[in-house]
């Protein structure tokens, strides 16, 4: 999504924090690879979505309607997976630690799904127009997001630079040996390619195993592989064995332009303590040495879930040729029992009843 020249300017100055020349630390929650920051409206804390790969930043109607919040115009904006035109309110102050921004506007966008796929509410969202006007370190195996100068914010790592376009963030990826530029995207905790990136990294590698069947949390999309690649390099560091999903072509939002790459999700940059300069339109990365990959998140059954707001566990997507596919289990099951017990565990590569969602 863009905005014109005076209107980029008007947003510039209008968020303009209130800065201080000390670093604070600011206790965050870590939510399925998402992050959670505690930001202050009229006095009262609400969760916000720290997401880099989004260029405005968002408010709930429902939050919005409790604040007394007024729509002051419409905005269209794009998705990664779907084209909106939203209304558009204004708070007066908006404050995270010790930052205040003035004046600050806010799409409304329905965050449920989003709060049902993570287990959390989720009242807002932190887009980059706000979170260019901050340096900050984010570390997430320590729960913590350090805001302060540069100077103030410890060891940095080495730096990588970013391209800004279009209200993105750009980052250089190399996927094997395919060089490709990614959207950085704090916002979702699964690296995602096009299909345009997926067809020309096939030409050049052919994966030892595809799982199909991988569906996206929230709003229904195309369905997606998921592949391992050997290596991937992020800055001046590779990883080794890097599960990423290729997504189906998509008939509208950010994946539907023949020149978008794909996106950088938490996955990946949850190895690392990440210091954003995005104003300055660039990252540094340091490996996080207290990062610990989980061995079960793809030992699986075959099923994706998400709360289903009811105390319950919905079956979201099946995948192919998997125990679960095998075993009968549909899209919109839902779990009632793992191993006897009433309420599934944190991992779910145990074998589970089922019983039929309502329709």
């Known amino acids: 999504m863009s905005v014109s020249p005076r209107r980029a300017v008007l947003l510039l100055l209008l968020l303009t ?16 690879g998402a992050v959670l920051v505690p930001v202050k409206i009229s006095d009262r804390t609400f969760n916000f979505l720290l997401d880099t790969g989004s260029s405005r930043s968002v408010i709930d109607p429902v939050t919005a309607a409790n604040l007394g919040l007024v729509s002051d115009g419409t905005q269209r904006i794009q998705k990664n997976f779907r084209d909106l035109v ?17 004046h ?18 989720v009242d807002g969202v932190l887009g980059s127009d706000i979170l260019q006007q901050l340096t900050f370190k984010l570390s997430y195996s320590k729960n ?11 060891t940095l790592g080495k730096p990588a630079p970013l391209r800004h376009s279009e209200n993105e963030f750009l980052v250089l990826v190399t996927l094997i040996s395919m060089p490709t530029q990614l959207v950085l995207d704090t916002g979702t905790n699964s690296t995602n390619l096009s299909s345009k990136t997926w067809k020309k990294l ?31 390099q992020l800055g001046n560091d590779v990883l080794s064995d890097q599960a990423v999903r290729a997504q189906q072509p998509s008939d509208a939002g950010a994946f539907s332009s023949e020149e978008f790459g794909g996106i950088l999700g938490s996955d990946i940059l949850q190895q690392f303590e990440i210091t954003y ?13 207290l990062y610990k990959r989980d061995p079960y998140r793809y030992v699986t059954v075959g099923i994706q879930i998400a709360n289903n707001g009811q105390g319950g566990f919905e079956i979201m997507s099946v ?18 029992a793992v191993d006897g017990e009433p309420s599934p565990p944190n991992r779910y590569q145990v074998c589970c009843t089922r019983r039929r969602a309502p329709r």
């Open 319 to 336: 995948w192919k040729d998997s125990p679960a596919a095998r075993a009968g289990l549909q899209q919109r099951d839902v779990l009632k």
């Open 277 to 289: 300069d995005l104003k300055n339109n660039r990252i540094f990365l340091r490996p996080d040495t």
């Open 104 to 121: 600050a506007p806010l799409d409304e966008v329905t965050l449920a799904p989003v709060s049902k796929a993570l287990g959390n509410p």
């Open 144 to 154: 913590t997001l350090l805001i302060g100068p540069l100077s103030k914010l410890g």
């Open 202 to 232: 096939a030409r050049v590698w052919t994966p030892k195993q595809i799982v199909e069947g991988i569906a996206r949390a929230g709003n229904p999309t195309s369905q997606a592989i998921l592949v391992c690649l050997p290596s991937l």
């Open 17 to 32: 924090p209130i800065c201080t020349l000390a670093q604070e630390s600011i206790p965050v929650t870590i939510a399925g």
């Open 86 to 102: 939203v209304d558009v309110t204004e708070v007066n102050t908006l404050t995270i630690g010790k930052q205040t921004f003035n």
